[in-house]
């Protein structure tokens, strides 16, 4: 497997600290209101990574924090005349609730920033103790300078991180491109008592602490959205690496933003699409499709016609499912069907699947393997060859396994739409019964009218000498 390495700039092999195991945290959200659709673009692709090392036989530990403190939890709590904590834990619980609607499965730990100031105050302490950090005035900033590496995920000098920073005028700092991990209280603020005195940690420690109380000091794979990278994540490093003297993670992922109008989503631009309302337009796994449909690496534009098109893309592949599904008991030994072109099919579908999540997880290639093999499908389906058979039940198995990775085919909505498609078949039947005996009683008007009205229902009748048999039509 490989995966690009933002820190290196490229594509690396993927091998984790402990093989066969491996740890990921993934920057969760500051909960201040409900996510939108970028929000969920970033956090279904760390669902699909996930997904997918479990698929490759990993034991995986995910870990993806809340910030539950923070200036705009506290600027937003004020507004609203709630407290902070109040306001912060309404929408944690509503990202849980929307994560779930989006089929995104909890990770194994969600760790909240206000359970964790003991570990932050210890790792700010212990930065203290090594001269990387200095308090004034209650608050404690992080010496930039004592880290020769900083800069080096984000590749920026000196003098470029000081353009990009959106440093605070403060005068006090010995740089400005300190930072600061412990902020003092202000009259009315939510605060911790610390060594330093009574105040709250700054958004960067709180990463640091989190990931490496629950995962370690060093990590497999962090991820974010990459407006992430700096300074948030450099911080992360700096902070990390200079308390432990080991890397922090391995592997740096950073998916790229979802746009609307070509602009990036976001809560201060005020373009955003909230997640809970595109779910009560669109189906799970129409919005799952159309999160993946690009690499991650890639921006993805959001708009009405992207969505339609997604949405036929699932209708295609759920009807080419539910058809399959009646030749599920159908599988034979390969090895008795191996040469059919639809056996073959089956086999190089797997193979890219395989090769496009293998490199650098690319779901829009895989996207294109999977609806390569409906399309396939559907022609060997419309030659009515009693030979294509086996080949339809490991198409159905191959189509399964692979959707489920992605979390585009959901077993539960299908296994109650299966018993839909065996009452349609058995309707169907009884049309055919019926159109039969107005042929045998030459009413060609009746045998018509159920031929043409089947066809209105995208159901393809064909009679030959002996007998009457029908497909879908998919378009
Ligand atoms: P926030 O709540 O702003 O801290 O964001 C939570 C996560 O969503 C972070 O990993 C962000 O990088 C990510 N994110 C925010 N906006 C977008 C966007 N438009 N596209 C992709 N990811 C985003
Ligand atoms: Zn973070």
Redesign the pocket.
């Known amino acids: 497997m490989k995966i690009y390495n933002s820190l290196n700039r490229r594509l690396e092999d993927f091998e984790p600290l402990t093989p066969e195991q491996v740890t990921i945290y993934s920057?969760?959200?500051?909960v201040y209101d409900y996510i939108h659709m970028?929000?969920a673009?970033?956090a279904l692709v760390t669902d699909i990574i996930r997904r997918y090392l479990l698929y490759k036989g990993y034991n995986v530990k995910l870990v993806q924090n809340l910030?539950d403190i923070d200036d705009k939890i506290i600027k937003r709590a004020a507004e609203l005349d709630m407290s902070a904590k109040e306001l912060a834990h309404q929408n944690g619980e509503a990202y849980f609730e929307d994560s779930q609607r989006l089929g995104i499965q909890p990770a194994d730990v969600h760790p909240k920033a206000t359970e964790h100031i003991r570990e932050m105050i210890d790792l700010i302490q212990i930065l203290i103790d090594k001269g990387a950090a200095y308090v004034i005035d209650g608050s404690v900033y992080y010496r930039v300078h004592q880290f020769a590496a900083y800069g080096k995920l984000s590749n920026r000098k000196p003098e470029d991180l000081l353009a990009g920073a959106r440093v605070e005028i403060d005068e006090r700092k010995e740089d400005p491109r300190d930072f600061d991990m412990w902020k003092a209280a202000k009259p009315g603020e939510p605060y911790w008592d610390s060594p330093w005195g009574k105040g709250r940690p700054g958004w960067h420690i709180e990463c640091s602490a989190m990931a490496m109380k629950h995962l370690g000091e060093t990590i497999d794979i962090h991820a974010?959205?990459e407006?992430?990278m700096f300074p948030h994540h450099e911080n992360e490093i700096a902070q990390s690496e200079l308390a432990t003297g080991v890397p922090f993670a391995r592997y740096w992922m950073h998916?790229a933003?979802?746009k609307i109008d070509g602009k990036?989503?976001?809560k201060s631009e005020k373009n955003f699409i909230l997640l809970r309302d595109a779910l009560d337009h669109y189906p799970t796994e129409v919005i799952r499709h159309f999160l993946i449909s690009a690499h991650y690496r890639h921006p993805l534009d959001y708009n009405q016609e992207s969505l339609t098109k997604s949405e036929g893309a699932l209708r295609r592949l759920n009807n080419c499912l539910d058809t399959l599904k009646k030749y599920e008991g159908d599988v034979v030994k390969p090895s008795e069907t191996a040469d059919t072109p639809l056996q073959h099919a089956v086999h190089e579908m797997k193979a890219q699947f395989t090769q496009a999540m293998d490199t650098d997880f690319n779901t829009a290639q895989a996207l294109g393997a999977i609806f390569t093999l409906v399309s396939e499908v559907n022609k060997a389906l419309s030659t009515i060859d009693e030979a294509v058979i086996p080949g339809l039940a490991h198409a159905y198995q191959a189509l399964t396994e692979t959707c489920q990775v992605l979390g585009i085919y959901n077993m539960e909505t299908q296994n109650e739409d299966g018993d839909n498609v065996e009452q349609r078949d058995e309707l169907v039947k009884l049309l055919l019964e019926i159109r039969q005996d107005a042929r045998n009683r030459k009413d060609w008007e009746t045998s018509d009218k159920i031929r043409d009205r089947l066809k209105e229902l995208n159901i393809q009748i064909q009679d030959s000498h002996h007998n009457t048999t029908w497909k879908l039509i998919t378009k």
């Open positions: 920057c969760g959200p500051t970028g929000n673009r970033t910030t974010g959205g407006d992430l998916v933003f979802l990036r989503m976001g």
